[in-house]
């Protein structure tokens, strides 16, 4: 086999496990789906090139007033490549019973919300969206900012369920947020005890 022969196999072999690697490691944002609200799948490579937000919410929530805050984010940095990806879930104290037109239809009323909200989701467990379990393999949970109000609280409501929960990646509340940079990739996630200050400032940096 002459020279040339040989690094034509090699670069193959290459591109081959590359394009495996690609196809069963679904390692960036792009390489899943979400359905909307009319029942139609979304590929998420149409988000190439953006700087994301993706938070799962509930309505009768504590912390449902970010919903404001998610909506400031949005108007200020939307023009310059920022999106928001909602999934309202239900998994969390029961705090999002609505269907999810009435959901969406709650937070336009309420808080003004423009952008993109998905169908309900679960985010921990055996029917969990793969979306998160990728998102909690990439980032997880590394506890509550403790001068928020709430966070002793939750605190205290988990550990009461299971006195290990923070050494798993598992979704805690809602209003978690994991942030994603032009390339798809997960830099960040975001505990909703948050401040919005510090999530406003690393959107900066990326865009």
Same mark, same amino acid.
């Given at each position: 086999?002459?020279?040339?022969?040989?690094? @034509?196999?090699? @670069?193959?072999?290459?591109?081959?496990?590359?394009?495996?690697?690609?196809?069963?490691?679904?390692?960036?944002?792009?390489?899943?789906?979400?359905?909307?609200?009319?029942? +139609?799948?979304?590929?998420?490579?149409?988000?190439?090139?953006?700087?994301?937000?993706?938070?799962?919410?509930?309505?009768?929530?504590? =912390?449902?007033?970010?919903?404001?805050?998610?909506?400031?984010?949005?108007?200020?940095? +939307?023009?310059? $490549?920022?999106?928001?990806?909602? =999934?309202?879930?239900? %998994?969390?104290?029961?705090?999002?019973?609505?269907?999810?037109?009435?959901?969406?239809?709650?937070?336009?009323?309420?808080? $003004?919300?423009?952008?993109?909200?998905?169908? %309900?989701?679960?985010?921990?467990?055996?029917?969990?969206?793969?979306? /998160?379990?990728?998102?909690?393999?990439?980032?997880?949970?590394?506890?509550?900012?403790?001068?928020?109000?709430?966070?002793?609280?939750?605190?205290?409501?988990?550990?009461?369920?299971?006195?290990? /929960?923070?050494?798993?990646?598992?979704?805690?509340?809602? =209003?978690?947020?994991?942030?994603?940079?032009?390339?798809?990739?997960?830099?960040?996630?975001?505990?909703?005890?948050?401040?919005?200050?510090?999530?406003?400032?690393?959107?900066?940096?990326?865009?």
């Amino acid at each position: 086999m002459s020279k040339i022969n040989r690094l @034509i196999v090699i @670069i193959a072999a290459m591109a081959f496990t590359l394009s495996s690697c690609n196809l069963n490691g679904k390692k960036t944002l792009y390489d899943f789906e979400a359905v909307a609200q009319d029942g +139609n799948p979304i590929a998420l490579e149409t988000y190439k090139g953006k700087v994301v937000l993706i938070v799962n919410t509930a309505s009768k929530c504590g =912390f449902t007033p970010q919903y404001s805050q998610l909506q400031s984010l949005y108007d200020k940095f +939307n023009s310059r $490549g920022f999106e928001i990806i909602d =999934f309202p879930c239900n %998994q969390f104290g029961g705090q999002s019973p609505e269907n999810d037109s009435e959901t969406t239809k709650f937070c336009q009323l309420n808080y $003004g919300t423009k952008f993109p909200q998905f169908k %309900q989701i679960e985010v921990n467990g055996e029917n969990e969206e793969p979306l /998160y379990t990728w998102l909690k393999s990439e980032k997880g949970f590394q506890g509550f900012d403790k001068k928020h109000p709430s966070a002793a609280k939750l605190d205290e409501r988990l550990s009461a369920q299971n006195p290990n /929960y923070a050494s798993d990646s598992d979704i805690k509340w809602n =209003f978690t947020k994991f942030l994603i940079d032009q390339n798809g990739n997960v830099v960040a996630r975001f505990e909703p005890t948050t401040d919005i200050v510090l999530i406003e400032e690393k959107i900066k940096e990326l865009l």
